[in-house]
């Protein structure tokens, strides 16, 4: 057993057997202080102090600290740098990989002109069907269809077309940016932010905007042919552009 004077830290190993058990006085024959040495509590077995654990961020192996996992072998030091390395790259990489709206490829003039004639044979036969629905029905009602009797029916037969076709486009442009001549040659109507055009800005797109393309000869058109975004004068009133798919 050894036994160490705390003054002076002058130690000697002593037969266990000739120490006597509790607190004992101890003279040091170095520096001749008197200290008191108890031998039971040195003989009792001190309690373990468990280790640190830590947790792997890695692979979640709870261990001993250390530098590194004992499971996947992972130095900490260097996966904490690289961690704090990708978090500052993952913006860029997501601003990289999310162009915007003004960036999207934009549908030229010939495009958007088969997608109108396809739309334009679907608004026709449409309004043809229902024409004729209200012919027949008028006549089998016993109307007058002849002089103002037929061309009342004319005019309600072409107030009811036009509707019809605005109604059309402003559904489905609104609805999905497509009607379905855009959804056959797979081109999108958005917003310029980027966003889905909403009923609102397709009402506004199909209405006015194309009635002031319209009337310009028709030249609001055929600015999608010449412009840098392809957009023609009803995109630029409504603040939209025409986007391949």
Known sequence: MNIRCPHCDFSRDVDPSKV???PTR???PKCRQVFTFNATAERSPQPATPPKQITCPAC??????GDSCRGCGIVYEKWQQRQHQLAQDLPATSAAAAPTAAELPKAGFWVRVIASVV???LVTVV???LGFIL???AGLAGGDLSGEGNLMLGLTTGL???VLA?????????YCGQTPGKMAVRIKVICTDGANIGYSSAFLRETIGKFVSSILLGIGYLMVAFDSQKQGLHDKIAGTYVIKL
């Open 26 to 28: 101890v003279t040091c």
């Open 160 to 162: 009811f077309g036009m």
């Open 119 to 121: 739309d334009s044979i």
């Open 135 to 137: 012919g027949l029905t």
């Open 20 to 22: 006597p058990a509790g």
């Open 166 to 174: 605005v109604a059309y486009y402003v559904f489905f442009t609104g």
């Open 127 to 129: 309004q043809m069907v």
């Open 60 to 65: 979640g192996l709870e261990q001993p600290v």
